[in-house]
């Protein structure tokens, strides 16, 4: 288990993208340069291994799946209106997964961000084009050359609304790409949350591996 759980965090380093940046609390809502980090919480909806999620008032919650945890976490973590996220496991039939079961391909768990949102800051509408705008939708079970179910394209509902938002996005984006979309899209169940050194991993170590998120509104729209 702990060679399959070396190769699995080597091919997650080898195709980080290598652009650093600091965390900063100055204008925290403007995803401006690389320099300025958003500070946002990490524990959306109270999360932990397979308990219930409420969040808290006001709020709601999203949970994604788009390959390697680390980058898409830190890409929603810069979305104005995000106010807490965490990384763990979903969609699978194992309990209590984790990093080494999961790379195993044993387990159905994807990779997947919890998102808590302010709905007043940032719609659903608007998560869902980031989600897509930020990853290749049309590969099964791989990004890039991680290759495995746990890397695979999938939006995780918290009620029917979210769901039929989710299915008018995918459509939208096989339209635009003019080939088919391969995201799953299911109600949410257990999140597992991850092992502590996966939680906002590309802040912890200063490397973001993911550029500036697209699919936001442009300032002023």
């Not at 409420?54 to 945890?69: I, K, V």
């Not at 898409?72 to 209106?81: A, K, L, N, S």
Request: a neutral charge.
């Amino acid at each position: 288990m702990r060679s399959v759980a070396l190769l699995c965090g080597l091919a997650l380093v080898v195709t980080a993208c290598s652009r650093t940046g600091t965390l900063s609390s100055a204008d925290p809502d403007r995803p401006g340069s690389a320099a300025v980090r958003r500070v946002v919480g990490t524990d959306p909806g109270h999360v932990g291994a397979g308990t219930p999620l409420s969040p808290r008032p006001g709020d709601e919650l999203a949970a994604f799946a788009a390959g390697c945890f680390w980058g898409v976490e830190d890409t929603f973590r810069q979305v104005p209106g995000v106010v807490a996220t965490a990384v763990g496991y979903s969609g699978g039939t194992t309990n209590f997964p984790d990093y080494p079961s999961v790379c195993s391909h044993t387990t159905g768990h994807a990779e997947t961000v919890l998102v808590e949102f302010d709905p007043k800051r940032v719609s659903y509408a608007t998560l869902l084009n980031v989600f897509f705008k930020n990853h290749d939708p049309t590969t099964m079970n791989r990004q890039g050359p991680d290759v495995g179910d746990q890397y695979r394209s999938q939006i995780f509902s918290f009620s029917a609304e979210q769901e039929a938002l989710a299915k008018q996005a995918r459509a939208r984006e096989a339209s635009e790409l003019k080939t088919p979309v391969v995201t799953r899209i299911e109600p949410m169940a257990r999140f597992w949350k991850a092992e502590e050194y996966h939680q906002q991993y590309d802040e912890k170590t200063g490397t973001h591996s993911c550029p500036l998120p697209r699919g936001l509104p442009r300032q002023g729209t």
